[in-house]
């Protein structure tokens, strides 16, 4: 059975960081590319990183620049995002997909995993 799981999420202080994973079963992640969205309450789904499959290379979305950090570790099956000084504006439920490309169709969806950032 093909399946994303993430987990790390949770309650955070402003400032804070957090690292979520997202673990695949029944495919190889390292043949996708694997980007992670967020979503908060009223609001459209948005991409907010990205890893290619070819080079590993990266794409972050401007709100998150500099203080999120997407890796994979292939022996793992898993790609992490990790968040560092954590803002009340990244409340959101974060799901991780696989594409073919970043940008590309969704092939497979997680289930998702709430972070709040409040004091």
């Known amino acids: 059975q093909v399946q994303l799981v993430e987990s790390g999420g949770g309650l955070v202080q402003p400032g804070g960081s957090l690292r979520l994973s997202c673990a695949a079963s029944?495919?190889?992640?390292?043949?996708?590319?694997i980007g992670w969205f967020r979503q908060a309450p009223g609001k459209e789904r948005e991409a907010v990183s990205c890893?290619?499959?070819?080079?590993?290379?990266?794409y972050y979305a401007d709100s998150v620049k500099g203080r999120f950090t997407i890796s994979r570790d292939n022996a793992k099956n898993t790609v992490y995002l990790q968040m560092n000084s954590l803002k009340p504006e990244d409340t959101a439920v974060y799901y991780c997909?696989?594409?073919?490309?970043?940008?590309?169709?969704?092939?497979?969806w997680g289930q998702g995993t709430q972070v709040t950032v409040s004091s």
């Open positions: 890893i290619s499959s070819s080079d590993g290379s990266t």
């Open positions: 029944g495919f190889t992640l390292d043949n996708f590319a």
């Open positions: 997909a696989a594409q073919m490309r970043c940008f590309d169709r969704v092939d497979y």
